[in-house]
């Protein structure tokens, strides 16, 4: 089982994700953590595309899709979750055109609907608790709304990710995925329109429902 999954920051695709890959056992690959690991390891790949991380420059598609191929063919032997690839339409064709030649199957690809202000709140309402930064705090989610000023679990004091506040940056992420000409979005609608004659599944999830009602709605189209 395959599987590609889409999401901006903000919209819940991690938690979903980890359902699509607890239940079909898969491996789930994460983009940075490809170039992390091909880095680390001295690959040939990785001694290329840091050449070009280190002058700053960002990394062509003729080193990433190999990449991302030579990942997907170790570490996803038994199926595959990707998250984070393809970032454009650019990179979705080519990697479409990369897993034909490789002979890969694409199972299901995955979108997370989610309008870009909510996504942008759900990034800034996030608040941390002290005691354990497991426990869900968010102040535009109603769900998991603190209480006042304290964690809604233990009372516990609550701080804010200093990245989180960073409304530029998340504005340039947003930027990007949010494209529906060249982007990221471009890239989902790519797979979209490609899923009825290619035999892959496209699943649209509402990611404005709860984190409850949006697992009940991927886990009843994954077959």
């Known amino acids: 089982m395959n599987i590609l999954i889409f999401g901006p920051n903000g919209s819940g695709k991690g938690t979903q994700g980890a359902l699509a890959k607890k239940k079909y056992d898969l491996d789930h690959i994460e983009s940075g953590a490809i170039f992390r690991e091909h880095i680390g390891q001295g690959t040939e790949l990785g001694k290329k595309a840091k050449e070009y991380i280190d002058r700053g420059d960002l990394v062509p598609d003729e080193i990433t899709i190999p990449m991302v191929l030579e990942t997907l063919k170790e570490k996803g032997k038994d199926g595959w979750l990707l998250d984070g690839f393809p970032r454009n339409i650019v990179q979705a064709q080519k990697l479409w055109e990369a897993l034909q030649e490789a002979g890969m199957k694409l199972d299901y690809v995955i979108e997370i609907l989610l309008p870009r202000e909510v996504a942008k709140n759900r990034i800034m309402g996030r608040r941390l608790c002290v005691n354990d930064p497991n426990h869900p705090n968010n102040i535009y ?50 797979y979209k329109d490609l899923a009825p004659k290619a035999g892959f599944k496209y699943i649209e999830l509402n990611g404005e429902g709860t984190i409850e009602e949006i697992k009940e709605t991927l886990l009843s189209q994954l077959d």
Do not use: F
């Open 141 to 190: 989610i109603d769900a998991i709304k603190p209480d006042g000023d304290k964690c809604r679990v233990c009372g516990g004091e609550l701080k804010t990710r200093s990245d989180d506040q960073d409304e530029a940056a998340i504005n340039k992420r947003h930027d990007i995925y949010y494209d529906t000409k060249t982007g990221t979005l471009a890239a989902a609608y790519y």
